[in-house]
């Protein structure tokens, strides 16, 4: 398989370092040199990355292309672009919908997909729309597959997806408080992380219960969990963050 990648930003990259830790057989990846100093290190890394300067070359030596760019590059440069009807386009685009992917390339095989940062060391959804062969049996390597068919109900988890700066924050700040208290800052970010890694392992394994009830059962009548849910609650932490979800989804769905 031949992968070609326009645009070699953040997700772009996650994704590549996850295909070079999971069993996809590929033949070469073609990125583009942008960002450079990420398609640099991609290239200098992995023997079968090669960078290219002009995307239209991405595309003719690919037979999957990803599009890594923002809605407003994609909106600029697809246009300009030629896509033979047999290639397969795998689009991160956040917020160019699949009617519009379609008329812009010309392509029939196309499918959006939301994977997240973690895609690096091959964890966390992929949430794929429409379901699609190609895209899964690329996917299913690189962390969990979650296919939808109503792009619309898709957006929803642009959302969720928006809590990530959230949690690292509740990991930072839990951290900085060990840290304030005594302990030292290497065990400090072990411990958080070990905890949150655990809980969510956890949950993940119940998830069929339902999480009312893992939130029933962390608490004893009067003991210390009970007592920072109840103050969380009183300032309204969950009411506001039900709120933010909100307000981003409203952003996502315009
Ligand atoms: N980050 C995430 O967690 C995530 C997850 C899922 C989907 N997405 C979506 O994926 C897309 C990319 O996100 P990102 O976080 O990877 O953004 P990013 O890090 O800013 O990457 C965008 C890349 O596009 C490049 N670019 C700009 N103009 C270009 C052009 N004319 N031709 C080729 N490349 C060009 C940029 O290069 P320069 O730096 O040189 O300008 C940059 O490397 C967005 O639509 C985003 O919503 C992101």
């Known amino acids: 398989m031949i992968l070609g990648f326009i645009g070699t930003g953040k997700i772009s990259s996650s994704i590549i370092y996850g295909i070079f830790k999971s069993k996809l057989k590929i033949k070469m990846i073609y990125i583009s040199s942008r960002n450079t100093n990420i398609a640099k290190k991609l290239a200098d890394k992995f023997r079968v990355v090669k960078v290219l300067k002009d995307n239209q070359e991405i595309i003719d030596k690919s037979s999957v292309i990803f599009l890594g760019i923002t809605p407003s590059v994609g909106n600029k440069i697809l246009p300009k672009l030629n896509f033979s009807k047999n290639k397969k386009i795998i689009s991160l685009i956040s917020t160019i919908n699949l009617e519009k992917l379609k008329r812009l390339t010309k392509v029939k095989n196309i499918?959006?997909?939301?994977?997240?940062?973690?895609?690096?060391?091959?964890?966390?959804?992929?949430?794929?729309?429409?379901?699609?062969?190609?895209?899964?049996?690329?996917?299913?390597?690189?962390?969990?597959?979650?296919?939808?068919?109503?792009?619309?109900?898709?957006?929803?988890?642009?959302?969720t997806a928006s809590l990530m700066a959230a949690y690292y924050e509740i990991l930072h700040t839990s951290s900085k408080w060990l840290i304030k208290k005594g302990i030292n800052k290497k065990m400090a970010d072990i411990y958080v992380a070990e905890l949150f890694l655990a809980l969510s392992q956890d949950a993940l394994g119940k998830s069929s219960q339902g999480y009312k009830k893992l939130v029933a059962d962390s608490q004893t009548p009067k003991g210390l969990n009970m007592q920072v849910l109840n103050e969380l609650k009183k300032g309204k932490f969950f009411t506001k963050f039900t709120k933010a979800l909100e307000n981003v989804n409203k952003r996502v769905s315009k």
């Open 111 to 159: 499918v959006r997909a939301t994977p997240l940062p973690p895609i690096e060391i091959k964890r966390g959804p992929i949430i794929i729309c429409p379901p699609n062969k190609f895209a899964k049996n690329i996917f299913k390597h690189l962390g969990k597959v979650l296919e939808i068919r109503d792009e619309k109900l898709s957006y929803k988890f642009w959302s």
